[in-house]
């Protein structure tokens, strides 16, 4: 399998999300840098075991899914942060996950 870039997946989901939230990124970096790292890594660890079939299509899915919601939710917990503006950055990220993870496996996320 080709290799996912990680360092690169975060530092491009950084940018994104410091874009989308604006004012708030001062309040949220911290929290974003560790829940943008733990999502590229748990995309990494789900997509290994995908292509070596210790998982099917549907459990990829469903678990990915999760892991994207638990990262939502890190931005809502950001006062300021408001539902909109938490899953426009967390579509960005997972633009980027799932463009690395594409050219990986060539499969899709869930978004």
Partial sequence: MPSVDITKI????????????????????PFAEHAITQLAEDAE???????????DD?????????????AQNVFLAVEG??????QNAINAVIGIIGQSVLAALNITLPV
């Fill in 10 to 29: 975060v530092s491009d989901s950084l940018t994104a999300v410091q874009k989308q939230l604006g004012t708030s990124w001062a309040d949220a970096a």
């Fill in 81 to 86: 942060i408001g539902l909109i503006t938490a």
């Fill in 45 to 55: 660890f789900l997509s290994e075991l995908r292509a070596t079939n210790q998982i």
């Fill in 58 to 70: 549907d459990e990829f899915k469903a678990r990915l899914h999760m892991q994207v919601q638990a």
